[in-house]
């Protein structure tokens, strides 16, 4: 979705299986787009009203410009009103954080899902002015969370309630839903967010919720790779993985899905495709429950931008268990993700204790090796 000419790419993908089945799509914001509301969010919170405004000129021009490439003159105006509204609410949010100067948790969820739900209007505008029958959706109405903001988790039960009533009856009318990616609300309909790259996830539990027969996942590579590319020029496209593969891969620094995208799908066995947009001729990569293949190591991922944390207590009356909950709780707080935690002891006459945070360094050359076991 970065640009007009990939809209139009991935309305084609959309159009030719909506003419073979039902299809719903789930979009993300265009390229930069989410960091760009992110950080007018930072400079609102922090006063700096210069680049707050700048930013706002900069959203507002790349989506009308898109607007612009995108649609015929007379389907413009309806769509320009549409962006301007968006864009005035994200505006409405920013200058708020900037008279409290502050961020609240809440609010900005509410801000960050307008990048998708801008790209949601432009997919529908566009697939409607092809004769295509499509709406957009804001995910909100769908996709039920907790109250875990910027990192929450889906409820199924729920969700799947409201998928019945907003995505099942434009399917059973042909009618193709556009819904955002990365974003929710809670039971009470507070705006919630599903963590940075959500969008995939977003379409796993909309799979999940109505029962699909597969999920396509299309993105910029041309699959699940043996390593990544970029540091292995010899890497191979995975022609099958299982969920359980897959899922180590994401978790371990592989960049092709979500880490909780097949969470959803586990229970009812809903197969995935994962395809490049640039070249949908690939076969692509199935992520499957069960595979039959050989033994032995598959795939190799690495991880960056780690860190390694060790934290002591500085006197003999401070309870550890009370530091590592406050660091924990720091973490979650900071929205740090805790890949590998260790506790270690001094000799028995010492009344010393460390508590260690460990993940993988970028220094520290390690890999983590996948293995399938037949």
Same mark, same amino acid.
């Given at each position: 979705?970065?640009?007009?000419?990939?809209?139009?790419?991935?309305?084609?993908?959309?159009? @030719?299986?909506?003419?073979?089945?039902?299809?719903?799509?789930?979009?993300?914001?265009?390229?930069?787009?989410?960091?760009?509301?992110?950080?007018?969010?930072?400079?609102?919170?922090?006063?700096?009203?210069?680049?707050?405004?700048?930013?706002?000129?900069?959203?507002? +021009?790349?989506?009308?410009?898109?607007?612009?490439?995108?649609?015929?003159? @007379?389907?413009? #105006?309806?769509?320009?009103?549409?962006?301007? &509204?968006?864009? $005035?609410?994200?505006?409405?949010?920013?200058?708020?954080?900037?008279?409290?100067? #502050?961020?609240?948790?809440?609010?900005?969820?509410? &801000?960050?899902?307008?990048?998708?739900?801008?790209?949601?209007?432009?997919?529908? @505008?566009?697939? #409607?002015? $092809?004769?295509?029958?499509?709406?957009?959706?804001?995910?909100? @109405?769908?996709?039920?969370?907790?109250?875990?903001?910027?990192?929450?988790?889906?409820?199924?039960?729920? +969700?799947? $309630?409201?998928?019945?009533?907003?995505?099942? /009856?434009?399917?059973?009318?042909?009618?193709?839903?556009?819904?955002?990616?990365?974003?929710?609300?809670?039971?009470?309909?507070? /705006?919630?967010?599903?963590?940075?790259? *959500?969008?995939?996830? =977003?379409?796993?539990?909309?799979?999940?919720?109505?029962?699909?027969?597969?999920?396509?996942?299309?993105?910029?590579?041309?699959?699940?790779?043996?390593?990544?590319?970029?540091?292995?020029?010899?890497?191979?496209?995975?022609?099958?993985?299982?969920?359980?593969?897959?899922? #180590?891969?994401?978790?371990?620094?592989?960049?092709?899905?979500?880490?909780? +995208?097949?969470?959803?799908?586990?229970?009812?066995?809903? /197969?995935?495709?994962?395809?490049?947009?640039?070249?949908?001729?690939?076969? *692509?990569?199935?992520?499957?429950?069960?595979?039959?293949?050989? $033994?032995?190591?598959?795939?190799?991922?690495?991880?960056?931008?780690?860190?390694?944390? =060790?934290?002591? /207590?500085?006197?003999?009356?401070?309870? *550890?268990?009370?530091?590592?909950?406050? =660091?924990?709780?720091?973490?979650?707080?900071?929205?740090?993700?805790?890949?590998?935690?260790?506790?270690?002891?001094?000799?028995?006459?010492?009344?010393?204790?460390?508590?260690?945070?460990?993940?993988?360094?970028?220094?520290?050359?390690?890999?983590?090796?996948?293995?399938?076991?037949?």
């Amino acid at each position: 979705m970065g640009s007009a000419d990939r809209i139009r790419v991935a309305a084609r993908l959309a159009t @030719e299986q909506h003419a073979l089945r039902p299809v719903a799509v789930v979009v993300s914001a265009m390229s930069k787009i989410t960091d760009l509301l992110l950080d007018t969010l930072r400079k609102a919170e922090a006063g700096d009203q210069t680049d707050v405004d700048a930013n706002l000129r900069h959203l507002t +021009t790349r989506h009308i410009d898109c607007c612009g490439a995108l649609l015929p003159p @007379e389907r413009q #105006e309806a769509a320009l009103g549409g962006i301007h &509204a968006l864009i $005035q609410e994200f505006t409405r949010i920013a200058k708020g954080m900037m008279m409290l100067g #502050e961020r609240p948790p809440r609010s900005v969820d509410e &801000a960050m899902a307008v990048g998708e739900r801008l790209s949601a209007l432009l997919m529908a @505008e566009y697939l #409607e002015s $092809q004769g295509v029958a499509a709406v957009a959706v804001n995910a909100a @109405e769908v996709i039920a969370t907790d109250a875990l903001f910027g990192n929450a988790n889906p409820l199924m039960e729920p +969700t799947r $309630q409201r998928a019945a009533k907003i995505l099942q /009856p434009l399917l059973d009318k042909h009618i193709l839903p556009v819904m955002t990616g990365f974003n929710g609300s809670t039971l009470d309909g507070r /705006p919630t967010t599903l963590g940075r790259g *959500g969008s995939d996830f =977003s379409a796993s539990i909309a799979a999940a919720a109505l029962d699909a027969r597969e999920l396509w996942i299309w993105t910029d590579v041309d699959g699940i790779m043996t390593a990544d590319p970029r540091l292995v020029p010899n890497a191979q496209v995975l022609e099958a993985v299982t969920y359980a593969e897959a899922a #180590e891969l994401a978790y371990n620094g592989a960049k092709v899905l979500h880490p909780r +995208t097949l969470a959803p799908l586990a229970e009812r066995q809903i /197969p995935v495709w994962s395809k490049n947009s640039f070249a949908p001729e690939k076969p *692509g990569t199935r992520i499957l429950p069960k595979i039959e293949c050989k $033994q032995g190591p598959h795939a190799v991922t690495s991880m960056a931008d780690v860190a390694l944390v =060790s934290i002591e /207590p500085a006197s003999a009356a401070l309870s *550890g268990t009370k530091v590592m909950a406050r =660091s924990l709780d720091a973490l979650a707080r900071a929205n740090v993700e805790l890949l590998a935690i260790t506790s270690s002891s001094a000799p028995p006459n010492s009344w010393k204790k460390i508590w260690r945070w460990s993940w993988l360094t970028v220094t520290s050359n390690r890999f983590k090796w996948m293995y399938r076991w037949a």
